[in-house]
């Protein structure tokens, strides 16, 4: 601690506005600094205990049934078989629960703990195992009998308005299928909308993003028979919601459930209510006598974990002609989901959000939260005012324009002051966002890059507000309490019921501690979670962390003090006593805090205690129908900005910088008040930017990181965090919330700015390549003529999708039955590890399967497209590891050479090392082998996430790409019965090379082009007895200048489109032996022949190959409904390419 | 199915173990092994989180089949020494919140730093931000992550 202390500083990139106001904490000694985290030790080095890495004697593993069907009648559920089976010690269904059991939300109990005569959405729980080990739990899984009489359910919020829609739910409104009407007027609505002379509009959807936390939701729960008591370890961010829930659901008083500290692995929203992992393991616990542990797999973690509510958003602003907001109007149709499990209070705060930014004279909104047979939505940082913020800053940018305003200028025109009351009633005592306006325009350099900035690039700003903790859910919310225990060895303990999901809490508190008991902060630990020990805080959620625990530490920290100093004048009479670095000195005496609490009567065995409570009477509950009152004791400020470029040629966005300032009061931490703003930020640019669950047919279609474009480390900026410091009265040392806010502005903020660059403005998220190149499109009133009446060749296939939506796909679905969505992979025999081909090569067949370097073996198993038990590794046969230049001067490699290996330029052809180092990551290409890249499966998220589609289970299903979400991975030349794509980039570039691949098998080899390999999507000529050998590229094509373009959703991500370019190139700035070889357009790498053939021997320019081209695809594409766009980025690729190919010539 | 037993070295000791042929090294590492660590968040390759050094060489332990691994393994655990400077720089720097990721982090970290970053800092960060992009981070916005990491790869620079 002493190394860093040296080091605090201000914040790195922090301007410090107000410097006045500061007093409170210049003197602090860690308040106000960047310390570390107090257990850094233990996060850093893996010792910190989350709660799968918890191990007690007799431990059970858990496995869920989870529903197959969006909406089904459970006809008969019978566990017997399952129950009986060796290992298994509990299974729970429904009938393990009184009847009618139901969880409770404010307002709203509709969610059973596990499903009650009928499934509401795909994945939701229905029976739990506990066994000895997951192999038998998921046996027996699958030995529970269940029949269900699925319905047709309305799967989307339009679906669900129509009104011969099944009615999901006997609900109190009159509109079918509508949980809750919303219906709020502030201020003069009618006069307001009277006064705005000038209007905005526009329609904005926000799509489903999930927290995708790193720890998934766990829990370990232990049932004491003796004591009648429930022991839980969970990840969670409010133990007390979850005791009482946990003992409400099952009986239990709520003194006898008990929640432990333990690590919690990040939440940001999803582990702040419960959810149902934690009353069945604490129900499997009570009936097998045994402790259990619930790990949700990632693919549960993105099916189950309750992701944000969808928003669609009808809007309009009004102003005045000097540029007053007036009014602002909305109709906003929020997707519940299948149950109410926090909607009603998401669009409640969802609307708030509205009211308490800048001052119109009238807010009008109206809502319906309506239910669907999806995964509910839930809690998620920002909590609604995420979804609004993105329309209102989009048409306060629109508004400004139409006004002839700067953004920012007229943002700052209608920012409010201290001490403002906002329509709604929320009493904002500091209000910094001015500040923050300007401080944003000077960090991104507003005015210089607004006058000489080059085209395609474009700035964008957004604002934001948000609470310091809402007074709801509950009357005690505005009530937290903490205690401190002193000990006679000098040590303190803060004991707080909270808990820490990484935001840091712990070390803020515990700076409050050391800096109110003049303490090192080495002295102090903090207790959390412990449901037992810690006094009431109902937990992080609502950005309440900072003032609510922040206040209760403080005030219980006071008070410590205080009984210090009466000890200290009790034993040594009136005098001047200080705290001093652990003492307490009075005239020239000291004595160490320890022996000073020794000296206490009201010491028992080493310790004083000292507890106190906080309630902030400044809040008040909002009245429920007219959401009106100060929920809040104080309100953060943000202004985001950022400088964008936008490819129009591929539709990819680009940040270049990107700036969040902030006002969130006094910094407590200014590292950890940084991490808070830039992980926000990150967030929200994710949402923006890729993120959003595609469901088909109510089913996950992206379960899995690998489908779901959340940013990774390359997709980022490195986000400028600043902070505008002041003292807001109502918090802690001046301090306000700042968790959530940061999410709220970058949707608004990159469409601003993409809107700047390219004048199409996006008001749908995620805002990915495809739209932009669409809008694109129609604005330019570009469309392209396929002149299918004229292709013979497609008819078939084009009659085959017309029939699609007309009854063929939900004929061919119903020819399925379904099964659960879960796969148990059959057990491997063995690995084989022959030393040499000629030992490898007699084991190969049917059951005996090759393996590389076996980066995809896992995942396949576990999806079901594995079944085979024996593995023939080759990854030790040296002879497929060389790279050799033969005697006529061709490249051999043998397939075994590792994608890391081929990243090296010099060892191959750079061509080849451009594309290894676009492939996934480096851990994954230290693995992967070239063979391997070429022989993978195909990756069709329908395919790989458990669709029974065509490839899967044969020719009489149907293929979900075809009315599903087919935008980026699905082909647009060439489609068949199945959509997908051959996936490996190292086949698009090694057909541009003209490359042979070498097969052998035990009785002999042949020799087949890179060309003719494919047979299908990731489908090959390989015989189930041979393997690639090595691939051979041949002297003369070496020579031949080669390039690799790719559009991909993010860093390491397969190719949306790719295309690999090679040509010889004479003095004279001549092409030819070119080739154009194109990926993820089609089934298999596809050739641009005719534009090959139409450019050979001719001075190539981008524009003279894009016109040539889009010819070609126009004669040869067949797009699906949505993936022309595809062929627009392949084009802008190509010019991209050949523009880099004339420059390395 | 059949048991195999297998040698696997772990942080320079050696563990005979009896595995499965199914099971991932990470399987064995947390459960057989109780090298908790090291952490699973995809159990499919696709977040790193779970990144040893599998003899010098940065691999994911989930997907790894421990039947497979023939050279000597390094963890978080065994790689925490080496690693000093780089903790504290991750605590100083705001490069973990949840810590999570944090070991897969590190232990990447460590081989990236061993096999050296370029001289400058804007160069640098490029590299690190393309290498890093297979540990997925959703706490940070990895700003923390990259500068502590530059941070050591000059601080080394500099006493070396």
Redo the contacts between chains.
Sequence with gaps: MS??SR?FSTLRNSVRVAPEDLQQTMTKRYIGK?V??ID??E????????T??L?FPDLLIVKILRSPYPYALIASLDTMRAEAMPGVHAVITMADFPPGTRYLHEGACDRPPLADGVVRYVGQEIAAVAADTPQIAAAAIDAIDINYRPRRAPLKIAESLRRHSLKLHARKEARPNVSRVFRRRWGRPDEAKAAGQVAVSGYFEFGRQT??????NSVVALWNSDEGRLHLWVSTQAPILIRDEVARLLGLETDNVICHEV????G?GSKSRISEHEVIAGALAIKSGRPVRLVY??SEEFEASKSRHPFHVQMALRADLEGQVRHIEGQINVENGAYDHSGVSVVGAGLKGLGLIYQPDGIALDALLVDTAILPGGQFRGYGTTQVSFPLECLMDDLARKLDHDPIDFRIRNAQKDGFTSLLGAEQKTVRLKECLEAARKAIKWDVLQSERPAEHGLGVAAGVHLSGSYAERDDANRCDAAIDLYTNGRVRVRFGGAD????QKTMLAQIAADELSLPIDAVDVLTMDTEKTPFDLGAWSSRGTHYSGQAVRIAATAAREKLLAIATSRFGDAEFTLDDGNVRWRDQVIRIGELVQLSNETIDGQLTVETSFVDHNVVRPDPQTGLGNMSASYNFAAHAAYVRVDTRTGEVRILDYVAVHDAGTVLNS??I??QI??????GIGAALGEQMVFEQGKLANS???YYA???????P??RPFVVENSDPRGPYGAKGVGELGINPPPAVLSNAIYDAIGVRINTLPITPDKILVALAERDNRKRNFRLHLRPGRWWIALVRWAYPRGLFAVLRAMRRHRSSRVF?P?????A?PPTLRDALPLLGKTARPIGG??????R??QGLESATV?I?L?DIQELKAVTVTADGALEIGSAVTLSQLCDPHLTHPLLAAVA?TI?????R??ATLGGNLVQTKRCWFFRSGFECFKRVGAKAPCYAILGDHRFYHAAIDGHRCQAVTPSDMATALVALDAELVLRSAIGQRIVAASRFYTGPGETVLRDDEIVETVRIAGATLRRHAVFEKLRL???DFAVVSVALAAEIDGEGRWSNLTIVCGGIAPIPWRAVATEGALNGKLVTAETLRRTFDEELNAQAHPLARNAWKLDALAGLCERAVEKLTRSA | ??T?DHTLVVNHTPHTIKI???W?LLHVL?NQL????????????????C?VLVGD????S????C??VRVPVS???GL?EE?ADL??A?????G????????GQ?V?AVAILRAGLPASRSAA??V???????????????????EAILDVAEQRTRSA
């Design positions: 190394e860093s080091r960047p570390p985290q850094w030790r996060r850093t080095s893996g010792i910190s205990q989350y799968a890495d191990f927290h995708a936390s790193m720890e998934p690590a919690v692995g990040g940001f797999d990632r999901t990484g935001t840091g590292m950890s940084e991490g830039v992980g926000g930020a990150a967030m899995g990181y690998i959340l940013p990774r480390a390359a997709d980022l490195s986000i992979p057990p491997l025999e063995s690995i590890a076996g980066t995809d073996i896992v995942p198993r576990s593995l590794s990854a180092s996934a990551s480096p851990q994954i230290n693995m993010w860093e390491g | 199915m059949r195999l499965d042929p199914g991932s947390r109780r090298l908790t660590g090291t952490k699973e968040a995809c159990g499919s390759g696709e977040c790193g989180a990144t060489v940065p691999q994911l989930c997907i790894t089949l039947a497979r963890t978080i655990e925490s690693s903790r504290r991750f605590a100083e720097r705001g973990f919140q949840c810590g999570y990721c944090t070991s590190i990447h960060e490029s690190l931000r393309r290498l890093l992009s297979g540990n997925i981070c959703r706490c940070t916005g990895y700003v923390g992550i990259i």
